[in-house]
């Protein structure tokens, strides 16, 4: 089966009254690579998430992007400053008994303290809570993102399996044609021969030794018998359970290395024309075949 490098994942968990989101995005990569995103006091975090994430994605750029928000449900928190409260009392009885002041502090004169009450943004959780809640919610948006890799590489499959066809009938019909160019040529060059020679003699021996020149050179039953045996490599690397790309990647060029060999022997206009078709879907290919992990 077939996967993708484009795709895209998300899960998201609650955890102590906040929200924790992962977003997964991948697109096309030589190798793997996996980058980031998130609070700055998580980036101890950073290599369990690219660990979890390397478990199950082999090959492509991967950017993950964690937020953190609290719940639309979830109760704040707030911290007292009890110390600076008392400190405040403290520095007040002094004010009262130094002044000879009849006035007391009251409730609503502390409330007026800056920073005497606090609300607690951060998430109060330890760091095995955390650290956990980051692989189970990074496990999941990996899952989705591997679901969304799976149905693109159904596509691929499918598209790829229609042109292997194609090609598969380009080199049935250029085994068909390649003998023609011969006979074609033998024809040609007795009619020139004639046209020269005029009421002379044809050196049959000549002519046949010529033709079998013509047709040693022009052979290219070697480069599709080599195609035949890549097309059969490619169609059972389509059916494998491991991370193909690169190897059908390889297998198309060696497939194109065999058609220009063709064309370069080609001094037929049918031929020429099955060599150009050949070369533009093999580049097709290509261009899929990069999207494949």
Known sequence: MLFSMTGFGQAERSIAGFKLQIDLKSVNHRYCEIVVRMPREWAKFEDTIKRTVSQQVKRGRVDAFISMERDSGGTPSFRVDAALAESYMHAAEQLRSGLSLQDEL???DLLQI???IVLEDGLQASEEEIERALTDVTAEATRNLLSMREREG???LSDLKQRL?????FCESAAFIAPQAVKEFSDKLRLRMQELLQSAALDESR?????AIFADRASVDE???RL???FQQFEGLLQAAVPVGRKLDFLVQEMNREVNTIGSKANHARLTSLVVEMKAEL????EQIQNIE
């Open 106 to 108: 009251k409730l609503s």
């Open 154 to 156: 159904e596509h691929l």
């Open 114 to 116: 800056p920073n005497l």
């Open 223 to 225: 480069e599709l018998t």
């Open 207 to 211: 002519l046949a030794m010529e033709a």
């Open 283 to 286: 580049e097709k290919m290509r």
């Open 228 to 230: 035949q045996s890549h």
């Open 165 to 169: 066809l194609s090609m598969r009938s």
